[in-house]
């Protein structure tokens, strides 16, 4: 999308990563879960349901969002931007628009499991697919697939825009139709 538009970008990883280095776990701590030396990717996927790891990341993405807002409300090189990544939340997203008419939240759902899975076993979602066990993959597509359906309701309630992901052509013509 950055490309298309011409726009620089940043990701909510990148800002997660950032504010785990400067702020402490005591006040954020949703942000330093996965911190603990005990915690893994196959624990955490094998001990949890699709719908308590949605849940798990949001928490995480609401700590995530603190720096979200900060960055957006305190960026002066820029100008437009664009902000991706799972710790956009609807009703977060819908806030800051509220208090912030330049800010414009799309949400871009894939619903189509059959590529969701394909991702997840060819790229990774946790990390790099290679780098963790096949045996909690299909948790993740679960996972995925729950995300979508949650984001997509959740998008609704507060009549934020979603676009389905398809080719890359389909959706980035159906992002201009809605104004960006």
Known sequence: MAEEFNLP???????????????????????????????????????NSAEEIVESQNKESFEVWKGVEAFI?????????????????????????????????????DSDEKRIRENVYTRGLWDDADKYPDSVKDKEVEW??????WLEGECAKYSLPIVHVGDRKTYVEEVKKIGF
């Open 144 to 149: 995925v697939v729950a995300f979508s359906k």
């Open 9 to 47: 970008w940043i990701s909510t990883d990148s800002i997660r990563e950032q504010m785990r280095q400067i702020v402490r776990k005591e006040d954020y701590p949703d942000l330093f879960h996965i911190s603990d030396p005990s915690f893994t990717a196959e624990k955490f996927l094998t001990e």
């Open 73 to 109: 409300e305190t960026d002066y090189v820029w100008g437009s931007f664009i902000v991706e990544g799972v710790a956009i939340l609807p009703n977060l997203a819908a806030n800051l628009m509220n208090k912030n008419g330049n800010v414009r939240p799309v949400f871009l759902v």
